[in-house]
């Protein structure tokens, strides 16, 4: 004899002939089902939307070189670098503690290991961080306390920007001792080269270059002149007294306060200074500046993100889809009665067979 055949039109006969007990346990699977559904809490989301910034725009070398805009970070590493951050444990616990969240859970007392553990799962499971499509990160998480929810996502954010600040902190407090540094070294080298400025005056009696080249070339020219005529008119005292006022209009040694010789040197040597003092108020100037805009920008503690969208108590819940549920459970309920009704024909067909064939 040949095997029988099975079909889906086949089950029909057989869920007929089962129809009782499938139509038992279909309302049996509707009737908990919809108690279940209504005993479930709801439970309310809240999301933040923001961006993290390029941690790099907030150091103070950046700032003080390009200024303190910021950079919206939608770099790979930026959005893992956050990502990362949130789903850490020394964050769960921070907001666990600060929000007393094994109570709200009934996990147990802080400190029980096996307290601590539930209370970290729970956390974990309500709070979901992704990237969407829009390089933004969305931080998600939910309670049965919609209020709570939208405080918990507000606070996962300022943590995670205040971890973000740290990482770089140290290196910006670095930054901004070398510019400090730079800062006083210039400063001191201004002071030292502005003295040596003086003591040069001071040693070759130049303390104004234009009035006193000015007086040199007059009383140079001067007593020159009165010397050619003196010398012409035979006089010898008086060319001689005129010989030793040249001498001293013209050579160091000689002892005059003012001089050509000294005048000369000092010349050469005040220009050198003085391009070095120019060149040192210059750096002075950016220095000083570098170092206070780095200095208000370590103060001021620039945020490592970017907030789009605040986290707002929800106005409607997220779950449970209390008819998806009963219609889930009473699908599967009939779905199971099927295969056990159809295995256990099968069953009862297989074991009349052999018996029909020893009658004959």
């Keep these: 004899m040949s095997e029988p055949s099975y079909s889906l039109l086949g089950l029909w006969p057989i869920i007929n002939r089962w129809k009782k007990l499938v139509g038992l346990a279909l309302v049996l699977a509707l009737v908990v089902s919809v108690v279940v559904a209504l005993l479930l809490p709801n439970v309310y989301k809240s999301t933040a ?19 303190s805009k910021l950079e919206l970070g939608g770099r790979t590493e930026d959005l893992d670098r956050v990502i990362t951050i949130g789903e850490s444990q020394p964050v769960a616990e921070l907001i ?3 929000f007393n969240l094994h109570a709200h859970y009934g996990t147990g007392a802080a400190g029980d290991d096996a307290a601590d553990d539930a ?44 971890v973000n600040q740290q990482l770089t902190l140290e290196n910006r407090r670095n930054v ?13 080298e201004f002071e030292t080269s502005r003295q040596k400025l003086i003591q040069a005056r001071r040693h070759y009696g130049i303390y104004g270059l234009e009035q006193q080249s000015r007086y040199l070339a007059r009383e140079i020219i001067k007593v020159e002149s009165e010397l050619r005529q003196a010398e012409g008119e035979g006089d010898g005292g008086k060319a001689a007294g005129l010989r030793r006022a040249l001498r001293g209009l013209t050579r160091s040694e000689e002892g005059n306060v003012i001089n050509l010789e000294d005048y000369t040197r000092g010349v050469d ?25 780095a200095d208000v920008a370590l103060k001021g503690k620039l945020s490592s993100l970017y907030l789009v969208q605040k986290a707002y108590p929800a106005t409607k819940k997220s779950k449970p889809i209390r008819w998806l549920i009963v219609a889930g459970s009473v699908f599967l309920t009939l779905a199971l009665s099927i ?3 159809t295995l256990l024909e099968l069953w009862r067909r297989s074991t009349r067979r052999p018996a029909g064939s020893t009658a004959l």
């Design 96 to 98: 666990i503690k600060r």
């Design 176 to 188: 901004l001792g070398i510019y400090q540094q730079r800062y006083q070294f210039l400063n001191k």
């Design 339 to 341: 295969v056990v009704i």
């Design 49 to 67: 939307v923001f961006f993290p910034t390029n941690p790099q725009t907030t150091d103070p070398d950046r700032i003080a070189t390009e200024g």
């Design 269 to 293: 040597s005040l220009n050198l200074f003085s391009a070095r003092m120019t060149d040192l108020q210059t750096r002075l100037v950016k220095a000083r500046g570098d170092f206070e805009t």
């Design 119 to 162: 209370a970290l799962r729970k956390f974990s499971s309500n709070l979901d961080i992704v990237h969407n499509e829009r390089d933004a990160i969305e931080l998600t998480f939910f309670d049965e306390d919609k209020q709570l929810a939208a405080r918990i996502a507000n606070a996962l954010v300022q943590v995670i920007d205040s």
